[in-house]
């Protein structure tokens, strides 16, 4: 199972993780890469009206415009999309956007997740649950230590 997608010029899957404030992965939902991030965006709002009903904002780039702004404000939460500066070349921090991106950079430390070896996509889903587990474990252990 996997797909080719233009924009980005890659081939395989996607990852796409729905997370806090702090960076904790909420959801997981890798996908073919031709699937686009709009549709997955669909298909994970629901879930997160039925989990999480007290949410009341998300924030997202501009790959998460049109039906799913307008799904999610008829379920009463408000969508802010963080547009990049068209003048700015490069990378450059975005508010509240860089949240998801560091969550990513965390995630790609792991060998396991650094390229797409799982055959299955629920193996991937899988992997990103278990190295998520292990960094909040990690940081629950470091702030023990550091409160004895």
Do not use: C
């Not at 709009?38 to 949410?55: C, E, G, N, S, T």
């Not at 990378?91 to 950079?105: A, D, L, Q």
């Not at 190295?131 to 023990?144: D, K, Q």
């Amino acid at each position: 199972m996997r797909g080719y997608d233009g924009g980005k010029k890659i081939k395989g899957r996607k990852r796409h993780i729905i997370v806090d404030t702090m960076g904790n992965v909420v959801r997981a939902f890798v996908t073919e890469a031709n699937i686009g991030d709009r549709a997955v965006a669909q298909w994970l709002l629901p879930w997160i009206v039925k989990h999480f009903p007290r949410v009341k904002k998300i924030w997202a780039d501009q790959g998460y415009t049109g039906d799913f702004v307008e799904q999610a404000t008829t379920n009463g939460i408000d969508v802010e999309i963080k547009p990049r500066d068209p003048t700015q070349r490069g990378f450059h921090v975005i508010p509240w956007r860089w949240v998801v991106e560091r969550t990513f950079g965390w995630l790609n430390l792991y060998r396991r997740l650094s390229k797409d070896y799982e055959y299955w996509v629920y193996t991937a889903d899988a992997m990103i649950y278990a190295t998520m587990s292990r960094l909040l474990v990690r940081r629950l252990a470091r702030l023990r230590a550091e409160a004895s």
